[in-house]
């Protein structure tokens, strides 16, 4: 369940990291995306652990209620998940088509942007 919950912050972070203050980002970035532990980033900002933790938390509440508004996580697994099932569908039963794989690929590229 930790693992789901770090991806679950993680992808939220890409999607609303820039809506954050400095310093959320940056304990975002460095609990996350570098493995810091809370001491670690206590002592590089100069805080209690617990002042790391409760903004580390606050945060997560941020981007969880971005996402409720805002559903760009939501909607980028949607589409990527109909994005798989066309490409599937493609190659299954019109392999021969090179312009309809051209522009599944296309949208496919256009999805990683």
Not at 30 to 49: T, W
Request: glycine share 2%; charged share 30%.
């Amino acid at each position: 369940m930790e693992i789901s919950k770090n991806d679950r912050v993680n992808s939220l972070f890409e999607f609303y990291g820039s809506l954050l203050t400095k310093k959320q980002y940056q304990y975002l970035q460095l609990y996350y995306a570098d493995d810091y532990s809370l001491g670690e980033i206590a002592e590089e900002f100069a805080v209690s652990r617990q002042a790391v933790y409760d903004n580390i938390k606050r945060t997560e509440k941020s981007l969880e209620a971005y996402e409720q508004k805002l559903k760009l996580l939501a909607t980028f697994k949607t589409r990527n998940a109909a994005l798989d099932r066309l490409t599937t569908y493609v190659k299954t039963n019109y392999a021969q088509d090179k312009t309809l794989a051209q522009l599944v690929q296309e949208l496919a590229h256009d999805e990683e942007i």
